[in-house]
């Protein structure tokens, strides 16, 4: 099942080009990274695919009943909110099904809203859910729910988002640099996560091992041309090797 398509797509600042007319789709349970050298195009690349900017020419076509879910490197909140009030701000019905269980919670006497409440979160199976969002939170270290984003760190920012993406329960994940932020402990733990969960990935990291150990695909930038290698990181670092002997011999 085809989940993005990315059509003959050019970008260029004034006279630089980055890159033109690339081509690449992604599909159902395919967690690929994408590489290239610094200043060649990649985030240029997943600016495009956000909406944060647009291609000069081409197209950028989801599937329309998929759900897609950005991680950036400079994720954008309002400050005044506190985390839980940022968890709950997302479009997710069964998060707002949780809030109106909790808020609930909090006024004992009002039987009847609390009654509402517990049918809507048996109805839904929400009860599964509100274990998994805390856990996320848990994982990521972002235990105290009532703290202002604005007194977070720019750490704690990127985790957050990070949290709020995995929560959104997205069929394809997009994700610039998941690790920057992240200790040890989180990254093994996500890498968990991504294993267990059916989650489709496209992701931007310059951490190899965590590349190496999520990832079952890679699409590399290379001299403005794509060169696509189902295997992981390994695999890519010997391919390109026989690939760039190959070129070298054809052009000798």
Not at 13 to 25: H, M, R
Not at 49 to 78: A, C, H, M, T
Not at 186 to 207: A, G, N, P, Q, R
Not at 225 to 241: A, D, H, P, T
Request: one cysteine or more; proline letters at 2%; glycine letters at 4%.
């Amino acid at each position: 099942m085809n989940y993005l398509t990315v059509e003959n797509i050019t970008k260029s600042y004034g006279e630089l080009v980055l890159f033109e007319d690339l081509s690449f789709s992604v599909h159902k349970d395919q967690k690929i990274a994408f590489i290239a050298k610094n200043g060649t195009g990649k985030t240029s690349i997943l600016n495009i695919l956000s909406g944060d900017d647009e291609p000069d020419n081409g197209n950028i076509i989801y599937r329309k009943d998929i759900k897609v879910s950005f991680l950036s490197q400079d994720p954008k909140f309002d400050n005044k909110l506190t985390i839980e009030e940022t968890i709950f701000a997302s479009d997710n019905p069964i998060l707002s099904i949780i809030h109106n269980y909790e808020q609930a919670l909090l006024n004992p006497d009002d039987t009847e809203a609390y009654q509402k409440a517990f049918e809507s979160m048996e109805q839904h199976q929400a009860w599964d859910f509100e274990t998994l969002y805390k856990q996320i939170l848990f994982k990521l270290k972002l235990n105290d729910l009532s703290q202002k984003v604005g007194l977070l760190s720019g750490g704690q920012k990127k985790r957050l988002a990070l949290a709020n993406a995995l929560i959104n329960k997205p069929d394809l994940l997009i994700l610039d640099e998941p690790t920057n932020h992240l200790d040890l402990e989180m990254i093994e733990w996500l890498e968990s996560y991504f294993s267990k969960e059916k989650i489709t990935l496209l992701m931007v990291t310059h951490d190899r091992y965590f590349l190496e150990r999520v990832c079952n695909e890679i699409i590399e930038l290379d001299n403005g041309k794509l060169y696509k290698y189902k295997g992981n990181y390994s695999y890519y670092l010997q391919k390109k090797e026989e690939r760039i002997e190959q070129e070298q011999t054809e052009l000798h």
